[in-house]
């Protein structure tokens, strides 16, 4: 099995910044991408950015130029630093991580939760 554990989640006002980390521990060897989700209240969980273990990255049109996705492999950690953050920001982060064998990303952490004020 696959662990994951968030942590850097807090409030911060608009404009500010935050920087989320991602630790896994378990089965490393089946994972390959790793990334982070996030959940607003009464929306659907949507894609923030992933990293892939060749260090390929991808983020949603609403965080490009904001957000920053990096990995440590060594560390086995995951970071997501989130700058000029805006209150439409405000959400539970999940990080999670793709399973080598379907491709899918079948395990998450627990959620951070990250709230910005006006």
């Known amino acids: 099995q696959v662990q994951l554990v968030e942590s850097g989640g807090g409030l911060v006002q608009a404009g500010g910044s935050l920087r989320l980390s991602c630790a896994a521990s378990?089965?490393?060897?089946?994972?390959?991408?790793m990334g982070w989700f996030r959940q607003a209240p009464g929306k659907q969980r949507e894609l923030v950015a992933t990293?892939?273990?060749?260090?390929?990255?991808m983020y949603a049109d609403s965080v490009k130029g904001r957000f920053t996705i990096s990995r440590d492999n060594a560390e086995n950690t995951v970071y997501l630093q989130m700058n000029s953050l805006k209150p439409e920001d405000t959400a539970v982060y999940y990080c999670?991580?793709?399973?080598?064998?379907?491709?899918?990303?079948?395990?998450w952490g627990q959620g951070t939760q990250v709230t910005v004020s006006s």
């Open positions: 999670t991580a793709q399973r080598k064998s379907t491709g899918s990303y079948d395990y």
């Open positions: 378990g089965a490393i060897f089946r994972i390959n991408a």
């Open positions: 990293i892939a273990s060749g260090g390929t990255t």
